[in-house]
């Protein structure tokens, strides 16, 4: 069974800490995404990668890093953490082509205080 | 900028009918578009997949078009049940060649006993 795997399903974290969210997935596909998703704006990008080291930005990368040194894990890091970016983050894994299905992972509902 | 957009927010339906989501798109010609589902507070969950040069595709009670004339998709639920509750995402990659995989914002069906 295909899985993509939130380290956290609900964090909280303060003001101006280092945030860390990891994502695993054990589909050995090449592609992964970071989104985020808040009510009436949807699902928002914020990075992608299609290999290992690669990177991309997405539509929102803004005060957002990543880090994918193993092809299985696509890490998201708040290197300072601030109230707007609370909401539900979704990790998703493909395979690197236009015609394959995206799985996602459970969410992680970050709240910064 | 290639926009992937969802006109309706919210739709409510009677039991046993037809539902009818859209998807637009804008500045671009995905050649492929997917449906999600994604029940809340989970991730969301991958239901069909539809071609460019597919006119339709169906999968049980679920059936999506694709015309690339009006550059809409729809996605059509008959005989609908309470349990078809949840909202509904359409995505595509940007362009030919991108990895990057972008969702409208949804709409929201409930279906009413």
């Known amino acids: 069974d295909v899985k993509v795997t939130q380290s956290s399903r609900y964090l909280v974290k303060r003001t101006g800490e280092k945030v860390f969210l990891e994502c695993v997935q054990d589909m050995d596909h090449e592609n992964m995404f970071w989104y985020r998703q808040d009510p009436g704006l949807g699902l928002r990008l914020i990075y992608f990668s299609y290999d290992v080291k690669m990177k991309e930005k997405g539509d929102i990368p803004e005060g957002y890093s990543v880090s994918r040194e193993k092809k299985e894990r696509f890490s998201l890091i708040l290197e300072s953490a601030s109230t707007n970016q609370t909401s539900m983050y979704l990790c998703?894994?493909?395979?690197?082509?236009?015609?394959?299905?995206?799985?996602f992972g459970q969410g992680t509902r970050l709240t910064v205080v | 900028s290639q926009k992937i957009e969802q006109n309706s927010e919210a739709l409510n339906i009677q039991e046993g009918k037809t539902a009818t989501l859209t998807c637009n798109y804008t500045n671009y010609s995905p050649a492929y578009l997917q449906w999600y589902r994604q029940d809340p507070g989970r991730g969301p969950v991958f239901l069909l997949l539809i071609r460019e040069n597919e006119k339709e595709k169906r999968k049980e009670r679920l059936k999506v078009t694709f015309d690339t004339t009006l550059k809409q998709s729809l996605f059509h639920i008959t005989a609908s049940q309470p349990a078809d509750s949840a909202t509904y995402l359409c995505?595509?990659?940007?362009?030919?060649?991108?990895?990057?995989?972008?969702f409208g914002k949804g709409t929201k069906l409930s279906v009413i006993p």
């Open positions: 995505a595509a990659y940007s362009g030919a060649g991108s990895y990057q995989l972008t």
């Open positions: 998703a894994g493909n395979k690197g082509s236009a015609n394959t299905e995206a799985f």
